[in-house]
């Protein structure tokens, strides 16, 4: 079954306590990205990946770091994570982003993750 | 810079009771607008995408518009199973790799 695979699905934090959120998906998609879902603000973009090794940062990046070493998976790095990233984070992938067509991406279930 | 307006916020309709979903965007050369749906506690699930002004895609009682400015989501005597959250979403040619979501219509219809 096609899908992006999100873990871990609910986390409680503690200011400062690093974490990693991974990403991976089995559609060997090039593209890769980072949303975050907060009320009245609607779906923001963290960061992107077009490709292996390469990473983009999206609108609200500051943070949070990601890597690319694999097609295949793409974490999401929270290195002190503080209160205000308390929110639901969809993992998403692509096939042909940077071509004339496709662009429709495949979310995951979603991380909600909670620092206090 | 890219913006995405989606109205109404909510809407509630009776079963059967058809109506359209408005999404207004402005963006520097578009390379594409997208329909999303979204359940509570899932993941957006992808629709429809439009490319260019004129294009009409349809998906069993969802029909999607696209003009210049703004796409419509036409829902033809929509029923309880309809209701979510619709997404809209566009990307440009000058950075295919961002996507800018509007808010998102929450859509109940009542049997």
């Known amino acids: 079954e096609a899908q992006v695979t999100q873990n871990p699905r609910y986390l409680i934090t503690v200011t400062g306590k690093k974490l990693t959120v991974t990403c991976s998906q089995n559609m060997n998609h090039e593209y890769m990205s980072w949303y975050r879902q907060d009320p009245g603000l609607g779906l923001r973009q963290i960061y992107y990946?077009?490709?292996?090794?390469?990473?983009d940062k999206g609108d609200v990046p500051e943070g949070y770091k990601v890597s690319r070493k694999e097609k295949r998976n793409f974490p999401l790095i929270l290195e002190s994570p503080s209160p205000n990233q308390t929110s639901l984070y969809f993992c998403?992938?692509?096939?042909?982003?940077?071509?004339?067509?496709?662009?429709?991406?495949?979310f995951g279930e979603g991380s909600r993750l909670t620092v206090l | 810079e890219d913006q995405v307006t989606q109205s109404p916020e909510a809407l509630r309709l009776q079963e059967g009771e058809s109506s359209s979903l408005n999404c207004s965007y402005t963006v520097s050369g578009l390379r594409g607008l997208f329909w999303y749906r979204q359940d509570p506690g899932k993941g957006p699930e992808f629709l429809f995408t439009l490319y260019s002004a004129g294009e009409e895609k349809e998906k069993e009682r969802l029909k999607a518009t696209l003009t210049k400015k703004e796409s419509f989501l036409h829902i033809t005597a929509p029923k309880p199973e309809d209701s979510a959250t619709y997404l809209c979403?566009?990307?440009?040619?000058?950075?295919?790799?961002?996507?800018?979501f509007g808010d998102g219509t929450t859509l109940t219809v009542k049997p």
């Open positions: 979403a566009v990307q440009a040619f000058t950075n295919a790799g961002k996507s800018t």
């Open positions: 998403a992938s692509s096939q042909e982003v940077d071509r004339g067509v496709g662009g429709e991406l495949f």
């Open positions: 990946s077009m490709n292996v090794e390469v990473t």
